[in-house]
């Protein structure tokens, strides 16, 4: 068995698609109606099925709790926080985040959760 795609769903998967696509530099690999679906550079593949009744989580309010996390690994978190808000993404109040990686959370604009985390530098310091 081989892992397959993580399915977002949401009431408008073109757009959905189209925020991932450009947020991740990738290519969209298949359209149907009811889905499209994208591969990453890196080989992630993400589809996104239309679902008119999708209610948004409420991540990190416990109503409606967390239904699915994307974790996304970046150099430079301004830069692309800069880039998720350019593309209609929000930040998300997280400010009780811990742990040993800075990380910043976020909504896609059908309002799925996903972090962005620094991935920490291996080259050694200058000075």
Not at 96 to 120: N, W
Request: charged residues 30%.
């Amino acid at each position: 068995m081989k892992a397959g795609v993580v399915v977002l769903d949401c009431a408008e998967p073109e757009k959905l698609a189209e925020f991932y696509k450009e947020l991740l530099d990738a290519e969209q690999t298949h359209e149907s109606a009811n889905r499209v679906e994208i591969r990453g550079a890196d080989g992630i593949r993400l589809a996104f099925r239309r679902d008119v009744n999708a209610t948004p989580p409420s991540w990190p309010r416990p109503e409606n709790a967390l239904q699915v996390h994307l974790d996304f690994v970046v150099e430079e978190l301004d830069e692309v926080e800069r880039r998720v808000i350019g593309l209609g993404g929000r930040a998300l109040d997280t400010k009780d985040v811990t742990g040993i990686h800075e990380e910043r959370g976020f909504a896609d604009p059908a309002g799925h959760s996903f972090t962005l985390r620094l991935i920490p530098s291996t080259a050694p310091k200058q000075g």
